[in-house]
């Protein structure tokens, strides 16, 4: 049977996720909750409703038609319940405003495969490909698993970008095969922080970290820079320890805290939990590449 699986988006012609041109598909669902993250609506595994309060002119034709009764009517604008609604899009469909939309569809692999394909002339000429992103893509193995081994197939590039909490034999190990590159994200040095910021320990991940590395797959490193949360020399200093004795890491890209993914927790009806900090730009950003770049003999860039 073809697996078939939810994703939120396909970016095409990129240049920050892996080298080259890329396509970079994005898995719904992801087993941690980062209080920065910009991606939101890729935590969840399955289509949610998003709605657009200033667009909505309170004409209630969508709590009519919820055979759910997830939508509800306040003062203060519709308010819709997250546990009974089943992203069946019928108040989408129905919406004369424009003010509800469905974010995440169903796709089989063979259908990702067709966009992907459309430029595989810029992937060979660049030294592109695809990447699988997310949300998390080992929270949908098999679903990877067969765009990745299509890709191949077609002679397409393939890199995944994973933040490594996956069970190693039923989603991690299947997939090196088909994986040329992994980016992986390591965001905290520390076990409880690392739970504390993102709801997991960093345990399994710094387990799958090292047995990818004994498997030989070529890594670049993903460090997200975010006040509050790791931006300080200790943390850095303890990441770049982790990292230092691996054999088969290429690179190290350090990805700065912003703020754009903010409206979306909104629009999903959640809040935004790492509160109002700064984006980090300038020195500070340089600060903490050279500290990297000093202490490993790999290339360090900020995307
Ligand atoms: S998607 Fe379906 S169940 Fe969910 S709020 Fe809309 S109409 Fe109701
Ligand atoms: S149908 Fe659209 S405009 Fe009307 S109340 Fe619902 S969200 Fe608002």
């Given amino acids: 049977m073809k697996a078939r699986g939810v994703i939120f988006n396909i970016q095409r012609y990129c240049v920050h996720d892996g080298p080259g041109i ?4 994005f898995l719904k669902g992801c087993p941690l909750r980062c209080i920065w993250c910009s991606n939101p609506e890729g935590q969840n595994p399955f289509p949610e ?9 309170r004409c209630f034709i969508c709590v009519a038609i919820c055979p759910k009764r997830a939508i509800e009517a306040r003062d203060e604008g519709l308010v819709i319940n997250r546990q009974r609604c089943d992203s069946c899009g019928k108040c989408v469909e129905s919406c004369p405003n424009g003010a509800l939309e469905m974010v995440g569809e169903v796709k089989n ?9 459309r430029d595989v002339k810029f992937y060979r000429d660049s030294g592109g490909g695809i990447t699988l992103s997310g949300g998390e ?3 949908q193995p098999d679903f990877s698993m067969e765009i990745m081994r299509g890709a191949k197939r077609m002679g ?9 909490h996956a ?11 088909y994986a040329d590159l992994i980016l992986y994200d390591l965001k905290h040095s520390d076990p409880e922080a690392h739970k504390r910021y993102t709801g997991e320990s960093n345990e399994l991940i710094l387990k799958n970290l090292k047995l990818i590395d004994a498997y030989g797959r070529r890594m670049i490193i993903s460090i997200p820079l975010v006040p509050t949360v790791n931006m300080s020399k200790g943390v850095i200093d303890g990441i770049v320890r982790l990292i230092s004795d691996l054999k088969s890491v290429e690179g190290v890209v350090l990805r700065p805290y912003h703020a754009f993914g903010v409206p979306k927790y909104r629009l999903l009806g959640r809040n ?10 300038g020195e500070e950003l340089l600060y903490y590449k050279e500290l990297i770049s000093d202490a490993l003999n790999v290339p360090v860039k900020i995307a």
Avoid: F, M, S
């Fill in 22 to 25: 890329r396509t970079v598909i």
């Fill in 49 to 57: 409703v998003l709605y657009y309060e200033d667009r909505c002119k």
């Fill in 109 to 117: 692999a063979e259908e990702v495969l067709e966009v992907a394909g």
């Fill in 137 to 139: 893509p080992l929270y």
């Fill in 156 to 164: 397409i590039d393939t890199a995944i970008e994973t933040c490594g």
């Fill in 167 to 177: 069970p190693w034999e039923e989603a991690v190990k299947p997939l090196l095969p």
């Fill in 272 to 281: 935004y939990q790492l509160g109002c900090v700064n984006p980090v730009e």
